[in-house]
């Protein structure tokens, strides 16, 4: 069973604004990712890190920012909202031993709304 | 050519039936192979997950993996109307150094009553 946890589930907020999302896991993982989902589209990586101090951009250009100070925390943040920012924004995380260690845990995801 | 390739459905199935759902990979060196079941407007959840060639039976479940061919499929056996969901495919390629999962765009499956 996956522990990770994002934070709000749910934000609506408007044109400019700084948000940050929130991501921990309990289970110790190394790695941890950022995936950028629209509405019955395909995930997009964003962002990933395969340790404290350690981030990469994804596969997809993003104007958003990740930092990795603890092994469990990894938020993302967007200095300025717009509504291009639209999607729904989920992080998942791996790590262990053996071929299961690339298996991804996914938390429930942030639905973010830029008005 | 896509690194994942899955067919984008929907794939319509009545209730009771196999559902067969299929996937190809680009890297050769790939090394694990997973199948993730994502409902609308959920977050996406581990269901199988192969290393080996062969096939791997879980339940209504089996997933099957032909390195050769570069081919990884997954069988739902009496596929009930709760198994609608996209059903995205996942790979390790070695060109990542085994770090990232590359996912396919998913199989949007439909079971019928």
């Known amino acids: 069973e996956a522990d990770i946890y994002q934070t709000p589930r749910y934000l609506v907020i408007g044109t400019g604004k700084k948000i940050t999302l929130e991501c921990s896991q309990t289970m110790g993982h190394d790695k941890m990712y950022w995936y950028q989902q629209d509405p019955g589209m395909e995930l997009h990586l964003i962002h990933y890190?395969?340790?404290?101090?350690?981030?990469e951009k994804g596969d997809l250009s993003s104007e958003s920012t990740v930092s990795r100070i603890r092994t469990e925390h990894f938020p993302l943040t967007l200095e300025s909202a717009r509504p291009s920012h639209t999607s729904q924004y989920l992080c998942?995380?791996?790590?262990?031993?053996?071929?299961?260690?690339?298996?991804?845990?996914f938390g429930a995801g942030t639905r973010l709304s830029v008005l | 050519q896509k690194e994942v390739e899955q067919n984008s459905g929907p794939l319509s199935v009545p209730e009771g039936a196999i559902a067969s759902l299929n996937c190809t990979y680009s890297d050769r060196g790939s090394q694990s192979f997973f199948w993730y079941r994502q409902y609308s407007g959920k977050s996406p959840e581990l269901i199988m997950s192969?290393?080996?060639?062969g096939d791997k039976e879980d339940g209504r479940f089996t997933a099957q993996l032909n390195k050769a061919s570069q081919y990884v499929s997954l069988l739902i056996r009496d596929s009930q109307p709760s198994d609608s969901a996209t059903y995205l495919c996942?790979?390790?390629?070695?060109?990542?150094?085994?770090?990232?999962?590359?996912f396919g765009t998913g199989t949007r499956l439909l079971v019928s009553p």
């Open positions: 192969i290393y080996s060639n």
């Open positions: 996942a790979v390790a390629p070695e060109n990542t150094g085994f770090q990232k999962l590359v």
């Open positions: 890190s395969y340790g404290v101090n350690s981030t």
């Open positions: 998942a995380s791996s790590g262990g031993t053996g071929l299961a260690k690339n298996i991804q845990y």
